[in-house]
């Protein structure tokens, strides 16, 4: 019989003989490396309150984790798409960023001041839920090392695989707590800091529209996810513009973001 030293099953096969053990992800890392062939993988598990906890990483290039601690940790992770998936409890799965990334997300402050600047182009994430209030996002991304986006098989391959992976994941983690209490939502918290860091008076509803601006989400989403006419959205927005005295999406971002940092945990 042909020996195959090199191929993916091999590497799978280390993967679950490390299975709570040490060395565990670094066999994952391999084996995605023969499956798809990512150019980084993190992995992160998020909690209902509090930032996401980074139990891997592993890139080639400095710059795609260069800000994770210093800046995605410290708030702006209220603001990705992967989080929203925590907080809506999607079912586990592999999940493509752009295919769950708001509709003006490309044109989002957070997008330009930081996701930008990592030089991801694609990411596909495996979500499991080792706990119940606790959610693993296993993400495989392609920067500019390659270049390239994950082709139509390789999302195929990612989608077949997605039990093995869940499985795993949640078997290696099993014992991870799913530590810290409900802070409550997102926007009450905006409420709250804004009023306390800068004497703003927001309503509960400018916050909402507030974060779904900075989430990346158009006028015509912002209503559909709030049960709003885009006209009344314009209104919030107009307000919320006026009462932080600010004309552009990107005075809004720098000025929410640190409000986040302070004391954004939590759910939305």
Request: aromatic share 8%; proline share 5%.
């Amino acid at each position: 019989m042909q020996h195959f030293p090199n191929a993916a099953e091999g590497q799978l096969a280390q993967a679950i003989r490390r299975l709570g053990a040490p060395g565990f992800e670094s066999a994952l890392h391999d084996w995605f490396l023969r499956c798809v062939a990512p150019d980084n993988l993190i992995i992160l598990a998020y909690r209902d309150a509090g930032p996401p906890q980074v139990l891997f990483r592993q890139s080639t290039r400095p710059n795609v984790f260069a800000q994770l601690d210093t800046v995605y940790l410290q708030g702006a992770y209220l603001l990705d798409p992967y989080h929203d998936l925590h907080v809506m409890r999607v079912a586990a799965g592999a999940y493509r960023l752009r295919d769950v990334a708001p509709d003006a997300f490309h044109r989002s402050r957070y997008f330009m001041d930081y996701y930008q600047q990592t030089t991801l182009i694609d990411e596909i994430s495996f979500i499991a839920y080792p706990q119940q209030n606790l959610s693993l996002n296993i993400c495989l991304g392609r920067d500019a090392s390659s270049g390239h986006i994950f082709t139509a098989r390789e999302l195929e391959v990612c989608q077949r695989l997605s039990p093995i992976v869940i499985a795993m994941a949640e078997a290696h983690w099993s014992a991870l707590a799913a530590t810290g209490t409900p802070a409550g939502d997102v926007a009450a918290q905006l409420v709250r800091a804004a009023q306390d860091s800068h004497g703003i008076r927001l309503s509960p509803r400018q916050a909402e529209v507030a974060l779904l601006i900075l989430r990346g989400h158009s006028t015509p989403s912002i209503g559909l996810r709030l049960g709003l006419s885009a006209q009344t959205v314009k209104v919030f927005r107009r307000q919320l513009y006026a009462k932080c005295a600010i004309s552009s999406q990107a005075e809004l971002f720098a000025l929410m973001l640190p409000l986040l940092s302070s004391g954004g945990t939590g759910g939305v």
